[in-house]
């Protein structure tokens, strides 16, 4: 067993990041009920890893010792690389101290950006617990198996598999299709996501290239988009509305005008405290027993 130690900021709370929404309840990922770590598998080469906080670092036990583009998975994984000093210094201005205290807003992605997008897709127009069948179905069928866990398929093992396979496999309904198309323009070199993060071009036309992609609606794509940094879509789907009727305690649920309107303000950062305001209640257990950090 290999142990790394990556150094972490002041505002970096690993519970947060494992809270953040719901990656760490899906394969590859296995995380603890309390989370106090988190395994995994990687690609590059094949490796298992548990992540835990050990005096004030990130604690990275692996079956074998870590490469760089190993390393820089996992800081791509908890959002290592992010400077969140901008978006609490605005958070700390909107009166939303619990955000900074909690250390809020760092969101866990997986190895890949194609990963991210493909589970995406899997949480369109369907309950939770669907989404969580058609990914572990994926991982248990195409994903290869390392010491007892299952990656995410690659593009090029998606590519390859027929119609049937998500259809009988999956059971992934509309969505089948498309997952095989995206796998199929990656393989091909149409696309390219991995590039996706580094794109130093604006935003919008980022945004509006990965809207062409097939089943890639605003939902997805300004999701996506946050989880690459940047925050100024709402990625507005039926939870997060229902989630804002109850705060706002209104007869029906907002429409996309008003909630643009109400978020306005916090540009560029309007769809990360969107998303922090609606799991604010995530929360609520912790922030009861936590002080302020800093």
Not at 80 to 105: C, T
Not at 178 to 198: C, R
Request: proline residues 4%; contains cysteine.
């Amino acid at each position: 067993m290999a142990q790394t130690t990556l150094p972490v900021d002041q505002y970096f709370d690993f519970s947060s990041v494992l809270m953040s929404h719901g990656w760490s309840s899906l394969q590859p990922f296995q995380t603890q009920k309390d989370r106090s770590s988190i395994q995994f598998a990687l690609r590059g080469p094949n490796v298992v890893v548990k992540a835990r906080m050990q005096r004030g670092k990130l604690l990275l036990e692996s079956s074998r010792k870590l490469t760089s583009s190993h390393v820089q998975a996992i800081k791509k994984i908890f959002g290592l690389q992010k400077d969140m000093n901008p978006f609490y210094q605005m958070a700390s201005r909107h009166d939303r101290s619990w955000i900074v205290e909690l250390g809020m807003g760092r969101l866990l992605t997986s190895q890949t950006v194609f990963e991210d997008l493909i589970k995406l897709i899997l949480t369109t127009n369907c309950s939770w617990s669907f989404t969580t069948l058609m990914v572990n179905r994926l991982c248990e069928h195409a994903g290869e198996e390392v010491k007892g866990h299952r990656l995410f398929p690659t593009a090029q093992e998606l590519a390859k598999k027929p119609q049937s396979f998500y259809q009988n496999k999956i059971r992934c309904g509309y969505r089948g299709p498309h997952v095989k198309k995206i796998s199929q323009m990656v393989t091909s070199g149409q696309i390219d996501p991995e590039s996706w993060p580094s794109d130093g071009g604006a935003d919008e036309v980022l945004r509006k290239e990965i809207l062409r992609l097939p089943g890639v609606g605003p939902y997805v794509v300004d999701n996506l988009m946050r989880f690459m940094g940047r925050y100024q879509g709402l990625g507005v789907d039926s939870w997060v509305r229902g989630q804002l009727k109850t705060m706002w305690k209104t007869s029906e649920a907002p429409s996309d005008k008003d909630i643009k309107s109400k978020y306005e303000k916090y540009s560029p950062f309007q769809g990360l405290v969107l998303w922090c305001d609606v799991t604010q209640s995530w929360f609520d257990q912790v922030r009861s027993t936590r002080g302020t950090k800093f």
